[in-house]
């Protein structure tokens, strides 16, 4: 079973940056897409950013959009999330997740087959 380890988290201010990487921990992993949703405790997984493996396309959050930047290393079967201009909004537990198979849709979680689990951004104000 494929497992995708994340880190780059942590603590940082209003203004400053974040990159997060998400790795497959098996080589022959070939996502069809890899996406970062995120996860505040009383509120549904939202989602951030995505990017088809093979054509590199990209989608955003609108309120992410000029600040964050999606990327795929396909030869090291990692995508990493680079966050610029965090703002306490920002806030939350970020997921790697991927899916293997073509399905309709980047941004709806019930897609995805394959989760990290999880790391903690918290943007101070």
């Known amino acids: 079973q494929v497992q995708l380890v994340e880190s780059g988290g942590g603590l940082v201010q209003t203004g400053g940056s974040l990159r997060l990487s998400c790795a497959a921990s098996?080589?022959?992993?070939?996502?069809?897409?890899m996406g970062w949703f995120r996860q505040v405790p009383g509120k549904e997984r939202e989602f951030v950013a995505a990017?088809?493996?093979?054509?590199?396309?990209?989608y955003y959050l609108d309120s992410v959009k000029g600040r964050f930047t999606i990327s795929g290393a396909n030869a090291e079967n990692t995508v990493h999330l680079q966050m610029n201009s965090l703002k306490p909004e920002d806030t939350a537990v970020y997921y790697c997740?991927?899916?293997?198979?073509?399905?309709?849709?980047?941004?709806?979680?019930?897609?995805?087959?394959?989760w990290g689990q999880g790391t903690q951004v918290t943007v101070s104000s």
């Open positions: 098996e080589r022959t992993f070939s996502p069809y897409i």
């Open positions: 990017v088809y493996w093979r054509g590199g396309n990209t």
């Open positions: 997740a991927g899916v293997q198979s073509y399905t309709r849709t980047y941004n709806n979680s019930n897609d995805y087959n394959y």
